[in-house]
């Protein structure tokens, strides 16, 4: 039915927007300290690192041995945010690298961990209905629970993120970190090289490849258990090197996870267990990727595939739960389950023309999903069950049903599709007074979903037959085509100043088809059209001082922009109208920033401060008349912020590392339909305002020399004070019964030792085992009907991996 679910969030607590009614109830989580002016606050910080480590980090370099000043330095980090291989302390970018040996130590497994140690990123998981396939990722709090994602997502080169369908609840699909080279996040709007997706920012998923020379590889297994919960286990295994020597390589990569569950179901009418760790799931993943060099030109296919099995829901009923207790249950009277599966095959060819570097990559993406949610609280509801207004007469409500045929269910699915190609020129080098990157790009995403709601209880009550008669079907299919060419270029003006200049300019279509049938769409046309059109053009200007080889400083100003879409034609009950299509929404960043290394590269530091002011913020519009909506362009956000990471070798054999960041996401425009609030400006946007890393690693020999570590690891999140939307007496999302994400603090632990080519590690997960109520969810604002997520209770494991080629 038509409506966004209520959010279940995951590890970071993370945006949010709500409205009146089970339609588009959405939770908001806090956002930011009031009145707090940190636009430049990052640069001060850079600067004041200087001091504050310096006495500390100065000393330890002048008593380490002599010799052993090499040994002890920080790695270079090689990224790829300006599409060549750049050290990310030369890149003028806010980029957040995670290598594949950062996974590992800090155990992510998937989405939700990688963006809980991401500083800037929020990531918001559904599950209030089902098994929680609806992912929201944001950075900067440039967020959306509408409409074509605020953030690329890319796999390697292939650009993969998904439109929010304005029924499904489809999000992202994302790869498992596995046999990764590092996960990169560029903060910030990347439109001029990477366009309409990467209006906040971007985060790329970067895989190990071939190699023609050497043959590198691990085999790896897993086990652990969860509190209150099941076992998890994983086995995977990956290798690469040539065929061929200098001539054909491969690389190829399996790998299997189960994940046991902590959530149990039971039976809402005596209690009784009915199907325990039921949100366990499996996940598959398999890789092959070749790599060839013939006269100059390499060619590099690959082919990706996953497959995520999630056994029943993923949220928890507050009424039946007691996480302190260590009591994780729902109460649903029906299995949901969920499949999402995808692939990624691509080429890359590669080859020097006349000076310059050619790169020519064909992608195409596929992704097919199917969902089942709960609609039963929501039905219960709507007047229209067995027991009339009274819901379905349940004393506790009218959302709680008495037996087991007041079920209402909504099978979802998905089946995304995305050809896209793109051409590039680059310089040769980037040690000339003038480089450049210049290019082609054209893609066409095709995105078709499909929902189908039913309940027996109401079709019996309406004299319907079959009971199984749809109460409402949508089937929509999504057309978005952009042809885009684009540069930027780098021009040396001293030795120490630099230039970065760059535009894209595209052509952009968007075509909306939907197919509506049952009772509730009366009066809808059977099957509407709906198309628009855009041309943007996205630029960006950097100025770089290179103060010597240990310290870059930048100043930058750059576009970012979202491509708009259609609506679906409301019910004729509504009584009102709606706008066919809504257009796109841009924002302009202004950044300042400082990467310096710091006493012979013992300390590393990146650090940025930015304004960002969003426009034509596209937004739900809630129909109170019939609690459904459409997507308009109403609103507008400033947002203000900084990031700050450091890595440092305080000591031989301890390095540590800290990141932090604070975002200040606002609206800045009161808005209102029919004279009823929907924001006011100083209202959240949403987000946690404060997201705080903190690593620390201790590196030492066992007897007999064997190499041996321990490691810490804490990641915050804090609450959002406000203002938020639903706080607004008489608005269109006023609900008193909201509450707001605590603030969170998981700490992990991890130890291990290497023998020879065998590495044996123990850790835990979230060792002070805490459980705040998280992403509380209802079907409508006044409901006791409750739904919530918990973190991952504390999870003991084994670690073995075997290193190949070392």
């Known amino acids: 039915m038509r ?323 260590g009591e994780f249950d729902a109460g649903h009277i029906l299995p949901l389950p969920a499949k999402d599966g995808f692939s990624v095959t691509a080429l890359k060819l590669e080859s020097d023309v006349g000076g310059a570097k050619l790169t020519a990559i064909s992608s195409y993406f596929w992704r097919f999903g199917r969902t089942v949610d709960d609609l039963t609280g929501f039905a219960g509801t709507l007047g229209v069950t067995s027991a009339g207004a009274a819901g379905y007469g349940n004393p506790l409500g009218p959302e709680y049903p008495v037996s087991y045929s007041d079920y209402a269910a909504e099978p979802n699915s998905t089946d995304q599709r995305i050809l896209s190609q793109e051409v590039r020129l680059s310089s040769p080098s980037a040690d000339t007074g003038l480089t450049w990157v210049a290019g082609l790009f054209y893609s066409r995403a095709n995105q078709d979903e499909t929902e189908n709601a039913y309940s027996p209880n109401i079709a019996g009550t309406l004299g319907v037959f079959p009971l199984t008669t749809s109460l409402q079907y949508t089937g929509t299919v999504s057309i978005d085509t952009q042809a885009a060419a684009f540069g930027q270029a780098d021009y040396n003006i001293t030795r120490r100043w630099k230039l970065t200049a760059g535009i894209r300019v595209a052509d952009m279509s968007y075509s909306f088809k939907t197919v509506a049938a049952g009772l509730f769409n009366a009066g809808t046309p059977p099957s509407s059209l709906t198309a628009t059109s855009a041309h943007p053009v996205t630029p960006k200007v950097a100025l770089n001082f290179q103060a010597d080889q240990q310290d870059l400083y930048y100043a930058s100003i750059g576009k970012g922009y979202r491509t708009g879409g259609g609506n679906s034609p409301l019910p004729t009950y509504c009584n009102s109208p709606e706008p066919a299509t809504y257009a796109s929404d841009d924002l302009w960043s202004y950044e300042i920033g400082a990467k310096n290394r710091l006493f012979g590269n013992h300390l590393q530091m990146d650090t940025s401060a930015y304004h960002i002011d969003w426009l034509n913020i596209q937004q739900e519009v809630l129909l109170v008349n019939c609690g459904l909506n459409y997507i308009a362009n109403t609103g507008r956000a400033k947002i203000n912020g900084f990031d700050l990471s450091a890595e440092a070798i305080v000591l031989q054999g301890l390095t540590a590392s800290l990141a932090v960041s604070y975002t200040d996401s606002r609206y800045s425009k009161n808005v209102e339909l029919y004279g009823v609030p929907v924001v006011d400006a100083g209202d959240q946007v949403g987000g946690s305002p404060w997201n705080v890393t903190m690593t620390a690693q201790y590196a030492f020999p066992l007897p007999g020399s064997v190499p041996a570590f321990v490691r810490a690891e804490e990641v915050y999140h804090s609450k959002n004070p406000g203002p938020f939307a639903w706080e607004i007496p008489g608005g269109i999302s006023y609900n008193p019964y909201t509450i707001t994400d605590s603030a969170t603090h998981v700490l992990g632990l991890r130890a291990g030792a290497t023998l020879s080519r065998f590495e044996l590690s123990v850790f835990i997960d979230n060792v002070t085992n805490t459980h705040p109520w998280l992403g509380r969810g209802t079907d409508v604002p006044a409901s006791t009907l409750t739904y919530f997520t918990a973190l991952t209770p504390r999870t003991v494991g084994l670690d073995a991996i075997y290193h190949l080629g070392r």
């Open 3 to 325: 409506q966004n679910r209520a959010p279940i969030h995951g590890r970071t607590g993370a945006i949010a927007e709500s409205s009146a009614g089970r339609h588009r109830h959405r939770k908001h989580v806090p956002g930011g300290t009031p009145d707090l002016k940190v636009r430049w606050l990052g640069a001060i910080v850079g600067l004041l690192g200087h001091g504050i480590l310096s006495p500390v980090l100065a000393a330890d370099a002048q008593s380490a041995p002599a010799g052993a000043g090499d040994a002890i330095q920080l790695q270079e980090v090689v990224v790829t945010a300006t599409k060549r291989a750049q050290d990310i302390q030369k890149v003028p970018i806010s980029v957040y690298a995670l290598s594949s040996r950062d996974l590992f130590l800090t155990n992510a497994k998937n989405m939700t961990d990688i963006a809980a140690l991401v500083p800037g990123i929020d990531f918001e998981n559904q599950a209030g209905y089902g098994a929680g396939m609806l992912t929201m990722i944001s950075i900067r709090g440039v967020n959306s629970n509408i409409g074509p994602s605020t953030t690329g997502v890319y796999i390697d080169d292939t650009s993969v993120q998904d439109r929010l369908n304005q029924y499904t609840n489809f999000g992202n699909a994302y790869p498992v970190p596995f046999d990764l080279e590092r996960v990169e996040v560029d903060r910030g709007p990347q439109g001029t090289l990477f366009g309409a997706g990467a209006e906040g920012g971007l985060v790329r998923f970067v895989f190990n490849q071939p190699s023609l020379e050497q043959t590198t590889g691990e085999v790896s297994t897993e086990l652990a258990h969860i509190d209150y919960g099941g076992m998890s286990y994983e086995a995977g295994a990956a290798a690469g090197g040539p065929i061929i020597t200098d001539t054909l390589g491969f690389r190829m990569s399996a790998w299997f996870r189960k994940d046991g569950g902590f959530i149990n179901e039971v039976d809402p009418f005596n209690g009784a267990l009915t199907d325990p760790d039921a949100n366990r799931e499996e996940t598959k993943a398999f890789r092959l990727a070749l790599l060839g060099s013939f006269g100059g030109i390499t060619v590099s296919p690959s082919f990706y595939y996953q497959s995520r099995e999630i056994h029943d829901a993923t949220g928890l009923y507050g009424y039946l739960s007691d996480p302190q207790a």
